[in-house]
């Protein structure tokens, strides 16, 4: 997975916003969204994530941080965050293999997002010994069209 910077922001940029379902936890996330990454792995199905891969500095959380449970399994190498009002898991993160921190977002907590216009990638995480949701290095995630 190839490190993106904020120099790699472009001008098909859009800024989301999204939230948990209750509306404590509110973000915007800045990010051209060309496809989604649908894993079949046992915690994505049950969450209902289609996932877009943004940097740090794209993602900013607005409203929510005090309602926000953290959890983890596996080798703790992901932190799956969760509104203690509501349940709903908005967002994930964690480091890629470079060491820089990303947040996989899910695209169904978005307002304005339209996800009949993206291409949605299948990834195999049930079939794999750690898969998507314990380590992103093990995903294929989001790439913008250069």
Not at 53 to 74: H, I, M, N, R, T
Request: aromatic share 10%; glycine share 6%; charged share 20%.
């Amino acid at each position: 997975m190839a490190s993106l910077a904020t120099s790699d922001f472009s001008m098909c940029d859009k800024t989301y916003v999204g939230h948990c379902h209750c509306g404590a936890i509110q973000y915007e996330v800045t990010t051209d969204i060309q496809s989604v990454v649908e894993c079949n792995c046992l915690i994505c199905k049950a969450a209902g994530w289609q996932l877009s891969f943004v940097p740090a500095q794209q993602f900013e959380l607005k409203a929510g941080e005090d309602s926000l449970v953290d959890y983890q399994f596996g080798k703790n190498h992901l932190h799956h965050p969760f509104c203690s009002q509501c349940r709903v898991r908005a967002f994930r993160r964690g480091e890629n293999e470079d060491g820089q921190t990303m947040y996989a977002v899910n695209t169904r907590c978005r307002d304005g997002f339209d996800r009949s216009e993206v291409e949605i990638n299948q990834f195999d995480g049930a079939n794999l010994q750690v898969h998507c949701a314990q380590d992103f290095s093990n995903c294929s995630p989001t790439r913008r069209k250069t």
